[in-house]
């Protein structure tokens, strides 16, 4: 059970550590590609939301079914959409914030034999609570250092 709690204090602590990695930052500064061809940084807030959302929907049902189909979806085309890519983060970072809150809960109420069901991911075949776990809490960390990595790079 340590590698799940560890993963769910990671999970835990994002809404927080997002808010603080982009505070302070101007429109522009959030409009600004962190990289050719990438993502702006108000596009990987937005991002990780629609992640999250999509693992905490994802794990409530290999939770609750048979080995159900996890479907994909398009993060590309979800990040060019206005509330992925114009919109503010306030209403993000408070959706994050009660999402996480939630994810949470549901997380440490899971028994030990949970950890093992799995879905099956249309792209990715089998897959257990433990690795969508492990998958997005490491996925919301890398995001985080990469908006950290780049806004110490620009001296922002």
């Known amino acids: 059970m340590t590698e799940q709690k560890n993963y769910i204090e990671a999970i835990e602590r994002l809404p927080e550590l997002l808010k603080n990695a982009v505070q302070g930052l101007s429109d522009s500064q959030l409009d600004t590609p962190v990289g050719e061809g990438k993502w702006t940084i108000r596009q ?16 409530k049902l290999v939770a609750t079914e048979q080995k159900p189909i996890l479907k994909p979806y398009d993060q590309d085309q979800w990040a060019v959409l206005a509330d992925g890519k114009n919109s503010p983060l306030e209403p993000t970072l408070i959706l994050l914030e009660g999402l996480h809150r939630r994810w949470v809960i549901f997380l440490r109420a899971l028994p030990e034999q949970a950890w093992t069901k799995e ?18 809490s490491n996925h919301g960390n890398s995001h985080l250092q990469q908006i950290t990595n780049f806004r110490q790079k620009m001296n922002w």
Request: no cysteine; charged share 20%.
């Open 44 to 59: 990987i807030a937005h991002h990780i939301a629609d992640a999250n959302i999509n693992a905490y929907g994802r794990m």
């Open 119 to 136: 879905g099956i991911h249309l792209e990715n075949g089998k897959i257990s609570m433990l690795d969508v776990l492990r998958t997005y």
